[in-house]
């Protein structure tokens, strides 16, 4: 019998992991009759992938199908699939139909007893709202779950919040929020698109430059790195212009786009300065300082002085004169 798929098997009631084994089976590349054999919201995700796994290892549909039963748990369906590839026939549990009947009348006593003592109130219905079906984060920075939540009602609801995680690499992730109470179960997908949208940074080796008007110049020499926080290294796309004005200050752009379309900028600033010749020194007379000696000492010298004396005279042998007389004239 050809079973044709059923796309309203994915429902909103399905859950995540009950998606996923549909998914795997497509991977694996099951047929539609294979794939509807365990696609059905009676299943819980752990009996499904017991299922395609034995469909997968090519056993015998019709045999997977008396042992697919909603009433089997996972653990006993992999035993019995165990069981079908030795070549043996396991034994397939009859559908408790007591138990469920027993579990109805319980039911019903229940609530006739709750009715005839006036405990049947309306009970507050468990709800939750998130603030949007999907949000924007940039990559980077950290997914809180705990933001999205708008309100909840339901007393004793119990809230299971997704996991925490950091935003990689641009792309669209699906996380579940699940609120337990009063025997109900409300469920909320919101889908999380990671974005690139930061900039790339441009690093120069400085901010300013002073060149002579007739000296080369390269824009490239100025530049030290281009980061981006997705992409890594983008320093050797990064653009600028080697051409100068006359102008004395001016500004030299530079410009690098990342993968998502994020532009980065930086600029540099050039100043003209001009040659100053340097003027031959002119020679200066040398300044003569006086250098000071100390005072000649007058050596005291010793003379002898030698004084003539005079002969004295022999008055023995001298003649004495007789006074001449004047002459009369």
Same mark, same amino acid.
């Given at each position: 019998?050809? @079973?044709?798929?059923?796309?309203?098997?994915?429902?909103d009631?399905?859950?995540?992991?009950?998606?996923?084994?549909?998914?795997?089976? +497509?991977?694996?590349?099951? &047929?539609?009759?294979?794939?509807?054999?365990?696609?059905?919201?009676?299943?819980?995700?752990?009996?499904?992938a017991?299922?395609? $796994?034995?469909?997968?290892?090519?056993l015998?549909?019709?045999?997977?199908?008396?042992?697919?039963?909603?009433?089997?748990? &996972?653990?006993?369906?992999?035993?019995?699939?165990?069981e079908?590839?030795?070549?043996?026939?396991?034994?397939?549990?009859?559908?408790?139909?007591?138990?469920?009947?027993?579990?109805?009348?319980?039911?019903i006593?229940?609530?006739v007893?709750?009715a005839?003592?006036?405990? !049947?109130?309306?009970?507050?219905?468990?709800?939750?709202?998130?603030?949007? /079906?999907e949000?924007?984060? &940039?990559?980077? /920075?950290?997914?809180?779950?705990?933001?999205?939540?708008?309100?909840?009602?339901?007393?004793?609801?119990? =809230?299971?919040? *997704?996991?925490?995680f950091?935003?990689?690499? *641009?792309g669209?992730?699906?996380?579940?929020?699940?609120?337990?109470?009063?025997?109900?179960? @409300? $469920?909320k997908? !919101? +889908?999380?698109?990671?974005?690139?949208?930061?900039?790339?940074?441009? %690093? !120069?080796?400085?901010?300013?430059?002073?060149?002579?008007?007739?000296?080369?110049?390269?824009c490239? #020499?100025?530049?030290?790195?281009?980061?981006?926080?997705?992409?890594?290294? =983008?320093?050797?796309?990064?653009?600028? /212009?080697?051409?100068?004005?006359?102008?004395?200050?001016?500004?030299?752009?530079?410009?690098?786009?990342?993968?998502?379309?994020?532009?980065?900028?930086?600029?540099?600033?050039?100043?003209?300065?001009?040659?100053?010749?340097?003027?031959?020194?002119?020679?200066? #007379?040398?300044?003569?300082?006086?250098?000071?000696?100390?005072? *000649?000492?007058?050596?005291? +010298?010793e003379?002898t002085? %030698?004084?003539? @004396?005079?002969?004295?005279?022999?008055?023995?042998? @001298? #003649?004495i004169?007789?006074?001449?007389q004047?002459l009369?004239?």
């Open positions: 019998m050809m @079973v044709h798929w059923n796309p309203l098997l994915e429902q009631w399905m859950s995540v992991l009950q998606r996923t084994e549909i998914e795997q089976g +497509r991977k694996a590349e099951l &047929s539609e009759e294979e794939i509807a054999l365990y696609a059905d919201h009676t299943f819980n995700y752990l009996q499904m017991a299922i395609r $796994k034995a469909l997968e290892k090519g015998d549909i019709e045999q997977i199908r008396s042992i697919a039963k909603p009433w089997i748990p &996972s653990w006993q369906m992999e035993e019995m699939m165990e079908l590839e030795r070549g043996e026939s396991p034994e397939i549990p009859a559908r408790p139909w007591k138990i469920q009947r027993l579990l109805v009348g319980i039911g006593l229940f609530v007893g709750c005839l003592s006036a405990c !049947l109130q309306p009970q507050e219905e468990v709800a939750l709202e998130l603030t949007a /079906s949000v924007r984060i &940039s990559s980077g /920075s950290e997914f809180d779950p705990s933001n999205y939540v708008k309100q909840m009602s339901g007393r004793d609801a119990t =809230l299971f919040l *997704p996991d925490k950091t935003a990689g690499l *641009p669209t992730k699906l996380v579940q929020y699940r609120l337990e109470g009063n025997g109900m179960t @409300v $469920k997908n !919101l +889908r999380v698109e990671i974005v690139d949208d930061i900039e790339p940074e441009i %690093y !120069l080796t400085a901010g300013k430059a002073e060149l002579l008007r007739e000296a080369p110049f390269s490239h #020499t100025y530049l030290r790195q281009a980061i981006d926080n997705v992409d890594g290294d =983008l320093t050797k796309k990064v653009t600028c /212009s080697d051409f100068l004005s006359e102008d004395e200050n001016q500004q030299v752009e530079y410009r690098v786009t990342d993968s998502s379309g994020n532009i980065g900028t930086a600029s540099l600033e050039v100043h003209f300065v001009e040659l100053i010749k340097e003027e031959e020194p002119v020679p200066m #007379t040398p300044v003569i300082t006086p250098i000071r000696t100390p005072a *000649p000492v007058n050596e005291v +010298r003379e002085v %030698y004084e003539e @004396v005079a002969a004295q005279p022999d008055w023995e042998n @001298v #003649t004169m007789e006074e001449e004047p009369l004239s």
